[in-house]
T-cell receptor, first 113, second 114 residues
């Protein structure tokens, strides 16, 4: 049974058109993460929530925003996607900070045309 | 600053061969956590193992084994008798105690041929 679910699996958006990716979890974990993974690269953390506390990585572009309306759901909003934002976006959860494993969803592959 | 290096970009083996994936890390923290994840073609990252910095015991799980050596800052992963289903990208990662950021290595593509 999937525990971290990302929708959609594939998303095509137009250059500059806002897009939202969604993530839900059934694990009741406190922490939710969004990672960006470009082709043949390692995943890179964009931001994370510890409960409702939002933590942005210093090098995450302003173009990327996130919302976490409740424990189960987290959204990634890309306000004006550029061609360079085409990537796999991975959502993950963990029970507590740092010292437990993160569980990842299957990812959403974003294409910008 | 934390850094994880996986020097092997790609490894190809024939089924039933043993293969070792190397991971070297850098951190100034005395307490930290090391992880290995598998990323099959379907895309999700599958957790394989977590090890904290105070536990240098090697671990074996079926065909998988891990060798953690603080003296060389290495956390290597061996697959014994590899199978085609082991073909994937394998990532080594590091996080600091109390932190949230998983710092990943560049990944090693493992191709197991029948």
């Amino acid at each position: 049974d999937a525990m971290v679910i990302q929708n959609p699996r594939y998303q095509v958006t137009q250059f500059g058109k806002p897009v939202t990716l969604s993530c839900s979890q059934t694990l009741n974990h406190n922490v939710m993460y969004w990672y960006q993974q470009k082709s043949s690269q390692a995943p890179k953390l964009l931001f994370h929530y510890y409960d409702k506390d939002f933590n942005n990585e210093a090098d995450t572009p302003d173009n990327f925003q996130s919302r976490r309306p409740n424990t189960s759901f987290c959204f990634l909003d890309i306000r004006s996607p550029g061609l360079g934002d085409a990537a796999m976006y991975l959502c993950a959860t963990s029970g507590v900070r740092g010292n437990t494993e993160a569980f990842f969803g299957q990812g959403t592959r974003l294409t910008v045309v | 600053a934390q850094k994880v290096t996986q020097a092997q970009t790609e490894i190809s083996v024939v089924e039933k061969e043993d293969v070792t994936l190397d991971c070297v890390y850098e951190t100034r923290d005395t307490t930290y956590y090391l992880f290995w994840y598998k990323q099959p073609p379907s895309g999700e990252l599958v957790f394989l193992i977590r090890r904290n910095s105070f536990d240098e015991q090697n671990e074996i799980s079926g065909r998988y084994s891990w060798n953690f050596q603080k003296s060389t800052s290495s956390f290597n992963f061996t697959i014994t008798a590899s199978q085609v289903v082991d073909s994937a990208v394998y990532f080594c990662a590091l996080s600091e105690a109390g932190g949230n950021k998983l710092v990943f290595g560049a990944g090693t593509i493992l191709r197991v041929k029948s």
